[in-house]
């Protein structure tokens, strides 16, 4: 059972219908005991580092997660629920992250060219690196697929972890990942087939 982590946060439905649609049982929970009995962890996130930081925070979430993912289990961060697997985020502010791969949070604007919209919106080819194999979570992709991006931030100073980029005027974190945790600030689940067989790889860990 994969538990899609509610903290007040997050495109829940979507994620959790799109989950479905491969045939894996998920339940979308707040609650601590449903956590530990996972096998597996979705971290969800649309909106502000700080506010979703201090829900997670609030309710207790990240020492659950931390633990959990210190046990072995697999936890997978999608989108803002990526970005907060970093150790701190300089969205209006620094701000304390989960620490789970080490990293910084930090604004597009002034990084990619001017004349490129921020936030980036749409389709982009994912780059994998040629010094490292492939994630586990992209067995089934192709380097160039096309996933759905919708970010005015991106996790920088975290190159050992970093599993894919693409390119936005300048190459950006598209995904990271350290042992179990695996981040994508793209969103898998608005991504079509191939974002499905992301979802699909995590599966099989």
Not at 78 to 94: V, W
Not at 127 to 153: Q, R
Not at 164 to 172: D, R
Not at 186 to 195: L, N, R
Request: include cysteine; charge should be neutral; hydrophobic fraction near 40%.
């Amino acid at each position: 059972m994969i538990a899609i982590i509610d903290y007040g946060v997050g495109n829940l439905f979507s994620l959790s219908s799109s989950f479905k649609s491969i045939g894996a049982n998920t339940v979308v929970t707040g609650d601590p005991e449903v956590i530990k009995k996972a096998e597996k962890l979705v971290l969800p996130g649309v909106g502000a580092f700080s506010d979703a930081a201090a829900k997670l925070r609030e309710s207790g979430l990240d020492k659950v997660i931390i633990e959990e993912v210190k046990n072995g289990k697999p936890l997978l961060g999608i989108c803002l629920g990526m970005q907060m697997l970093f150790t701190e985020s300089l969205e209006y502010g620094t701000h304390k992250g989960l620490g789970l791969i080490p990293g910084s949070v930090v604004p597009m604007k002034g990084v990619v060219p001017a004349e490129l919209k921020v936030p980036h919106i749409g389709w982009n080819g994912l780059i994998f690196p040629e010094n490292k194999p492939k994630s586990k979570i992209f067995k089934y992709l192709n380097p160039g697929d096309h996933m759905y991006f919708v970010h005015s931030f991106y996790a920088t100073n975290c190159e050992d972890y970093v599993s894919s980029k693409t390119e936005y005027g300048v190459l950006l974190t598209a995904s990271a990942e350290n042992k179990n945790v695996y981040g994508v600030q793209f969103h898998p689940e608005k991504s079509g087939e191939k974002g499905l067989l992301i979802l699909k790889a995590f599966c099989e860990l």
